[in-house]
T-cell receptor, first 115, second 115 residues
Framework: DTAVSQTPKYLVTQMGNDKSIKCEQN?????MYWYKQDSKKFLKIMFS???????INETVPNRFSPKSPDKAHLNLHINSLELGDSAVYFC??????????????FGPGTRLTVL | KNQVEQSPQSLIILEGKNCTLQ??????????LRWYKQDTGRGPVSLTI?????NTKSNGRYTATLDADTKQSSLHITASQLSDSASYIC??????????????FGTGTLLAVQP
């Protein structure tokens, strides 16, 4: 069974469109995260939710809106897509809130290409 | 300048050989340091976690070292296998207080093991 799953794996869309990426974890973890990995393979956190509560919100454009219907799901909705949004987006989860030895488990990633 | 710098950027070695990857960080105060392995097209997977008081941590053929005084870490891979081909990412967790801490990722070292 996949611990952290994301859909879709690939997403190709036109500039200006609105799209969503879904994430689910079956590990019973309390915290979920969204990361963006750019073309230089640099991973950077975007959001973190703990028990459906937003606890990390980096400087991300308002066009990005995370939604956590329950603690096993954290979806990412992106409005008015721009070319610079093209990247691989990773979802992750952890038992705690990302503290000292809290291990994060990553999903397989969603490769978003904006044309 | 990134707070977590890794070297080399890429490395090619022959199967069966050993190699050492370097990580220098400027994050302070510092909580713990982790090494992740990211296979192509997959999410990162945790290899080792070291707190500031630990000097070394092993996971099979992977051995990580940490010198908190010089802010340096290394990942040594012994008797490399073809399956070791991946990107290895050094991750530092700052200690800003509280239970929520963000991971700061290095840009990774791309390792290719050739037969």
């Amino acid at each position: 069974d996949t611990a952290v799953s994301q859909t879709p794996k690939y997403l190709v869309t036109q500039m200006g469109n609105d799209k969503s990426i879904k994430c689910e974890q079956n590990l019973g973890h309390d915290t979920m995260y969204w990361y963006k990995q750019d073309s230089k393979k640099f991973l950077k956190i975007m959001f973190s939710y703990n028990n459906k509560e937003l606890i990390i919100n980096e400087t991300v454009p308002n066009r990005f809106s995370p939604k956590s219907p329950d603690k096993a799901h954290l979806n990412l909705h992106i409005n008015s897509l721009e070319l610079g949004d093209s990247a691989v987006y990773f979802c992750a989860s952890s038992q705690g809130r990302g503290g000292r030895t809290d291990t994060q488990y990553f999903g397989p990633g969603t490769r978003l290409t904006v044309l | 300048k990134n707070q977590v710098e890794q070297s080399p950027q890429s490395l090619i070695i022959l199967e069966g050989k050993n190699c050492t990857l370097q990580c220098n960080y400027t994050v302070s105060p510092f909580s713990n340091l982790r090494w992740y392995k990211q296979d192509t097209g997959r999410g990162p997977v945790s290899l080792t976690i070291m707190t500031f008081s630990e000097n070394t941590k092993s996971n099979g053929r992977y051995t990580a070292t940490l010198d908190a005084d010089t802010k340096q870490s290394s990942l040594h891979i012994t008797a490399s296998q073809l399956s070791d081909s991946a990107s290895y990412i050094c991750v530092v967790i700052p200690n800003y207080g509280g239970a929520t801490n963000k991971l700061i990722f290095g840009t990774g070292t791309l390792l290719a093991v050739q037969p």
